[in-house]
Structure formats: C-alpha cells, structure tokens
C-alpha cells in the first residue's frame, strides 16, 4: 500500500510539472523593433508600465492576455515573480490613486498577434505553441 501512495504521488507530480512546463511563453514585439532580447526585469517594467518607451524613443504599448489564460499566469509568474492576482490588485490600487491603468488585454495569442504586427511599439506574450511568424520574438534573459 505505502508503495502504491508512493508511485501515484510521483505520477502526480510529474503531470503538475509537465503541466507547468507546458504553459510556456514567448514575449513578441513588431518586425521593425530593434530589439533582440530584454531582461525579466525590463519586461515586468514595462508590462508595470514603469518603462515606456523603446531605446529608439517609440512609446511601448504591453499588451497582456485575459487574467483567465494559463499563458498569463505562467508570464506573471515567470516575469513579475507575482500571480495575476497580485498583478490585477497593482493595477486596481494604480487606478484608484490615479498613478495609471493596466496594459490593453486580448483574448487570444492570435488577437496579441494581430495587434503587436499593426503597432511597431507594441510587446505581448504568447503561448509557445503560437505561430510568430508575422511578429518577432523577444529572447528573455
């Protein structure tokens, strides 16, 4: 029996892992960005909206995924170190105090898609299953 409790916890952990690992991201910006690859720190800075503006001078437009995507969850995860929760109540406080408002937020990895190839300063994240091909990935370091 001890064995039996013991392999089921094991499987169990290795599909909560699998699963995590599935729930990657890639972090896309328009073709004509000369950017190739920013910093975890950099990226949550934006996506808080405390940079705004590329090395060229072009204002950043972050776009975020709906607080409901498991995408987002791992992005706010990975990048703020924080859950969507924490990240929405920022944004709340910001809003209620006049500081700011949240980024714009889409549906789909199709609709950040969409929106990061029309506006040359825009950033989002997409699932790593995502076709980028009409946008650039942004290396995260």
Same mark, same amino acid.
């Given at each position: 029996?001890?064995? =039996? ?6 499987? =169990? =952990? ?23 690859? +920013?910093? @975890? ?21 972050? +776009? ?7 995408? !987002? ?6 990048? *703020?170190?924080?859950? &969507?929760?924490?990240?929405?109540? *920022? ?7 006049? $500081?700011?408002?949240?980024? =714009?937020? !889409? ?6 898609? %969409?929106? &990061? @190839? $029309?506006?040359?300063?825009? &950033? ?11 946008? @650039? %990935?942004?290396?995260?370091?």
């Amino acid at each position: 029996m001890k064995y =039996l409790l013991s392999t089921l916890s094991i499987f =169990l =952990l290795t599909i909560t892992l699998n699963t995590a690992t599935a729930q990657e991201f890639k972090a896309v910006v328009n073709k004509a960005n000369a950017a190739e690859s +920013i910093s @975890k720190e950099d990226l949550s800075k934006i996506f808080l909206k405390e940079q705004t503006k590329w090395a060229d001078g072009t204002a950043i437009t972050p +776009i975020d995924l709906k607080a409901q995507s498991a995408t !987002r969850v791992a992005f706010s995860l990975e990048v *703020h170190g924080r859950s &969507v929760g924490a990240i929405r109540s *920022h944004w709340q406080q910001a809003a209620f105090s006049g $500081a700011g408002t949240a980024p =714009l937020e !889409r549906s789909s990895d199709t609709d950040v898609i %969409e929106f &990061v @190839k $029309a506006n040359p300063g825009a &950033v989002g994240y997409v699932s790593a299953a995502a076709d980028i091909s009409e946008v @650039k %990935e942004l290396a995260i370091q």
